[in-house]
Each structure stands twice: as structure tokens, then as C-alpha cells.
């Protein structure tokens, strides 16, 4: 049945999903020991279906059945724990992606505010010369 299988998977996913996953090997870089931190998401879905009803009992559907089943995992880096013989820190890593939209945000404000600003202008500017 498709629900035993899902589950099968989810035992599998369960096997590999420890905290290896999220922590790599420690390297030693120039007296330090760099611990690589991910975030990771595990995603499961699961659907059924069946015919009921008077259509049920019609050749061509015969009874009809169905299911579905899907997964997916994604990871994603956060940064390192850097352990000195100072001191134990976080060093975050920069998301470039969060960075160029938060620009080109930023860009498109801009550029709006110029343009109402230079119709204020220019609108003031016509009706002054109209009068």
C-alpha cells in the first residue's frame, strides 16, 4: 500500500537526518576550528483518492483508486561556529541574494520618488506659465 511506503521512506529520511546534516566535519584553519552550521528541511506529502458512488459500480471505472506520494529536503548554510583558544563565536554568512533585493528595492523607491518629485516640479512649472 502507498501509505507503507511513505513510511518506509520516512524511516529512511529519519536514518540520515542526525545532526551530521546540519554540522559538518570541524577543520583546523590557522589555529582555529571551523564547525560548518546548515539549516535543514525535510518535507513529506501524502494524497488518496477513490470513486464513490453510483459511478463506482460502471465498467469504465471500476471502482477506481488512486494515491500519490512526494518528498523533498533542502539545505541551506547559516555560517560556522569558530572555536579560538580565546574564544568560541558564531561567524554568520552573508545571503547575497537577501542583499541584492533588499537594492533593488531600495532602487525602485528611489527612482519613484524622483519621478513624482520632478512631475511636482514640472506640473508647477506649466501652471505658472499658463497664467
Known sequence: MILNQLFDKIDQVRETANWQAAFGP???VEGKTIIPVAQVSYLFGLG???VLGPEAETESVGGS???GEGGGAS???LGAIVVTPDRVYFEPVLDMGKIASFGLGLAALLL???SRTIRLVLGRKASRAVR
Open 48 to 50: 488518496f483518492g477513490s
Open 26 to 28: 570541524p577543520q583546523v
Open 75 to 77: 539545505t541551506k548554510p
Open 112 to 114: 519613484f520618488q524622483l
Open 65 to 67: 483508486q488512486g494515491g
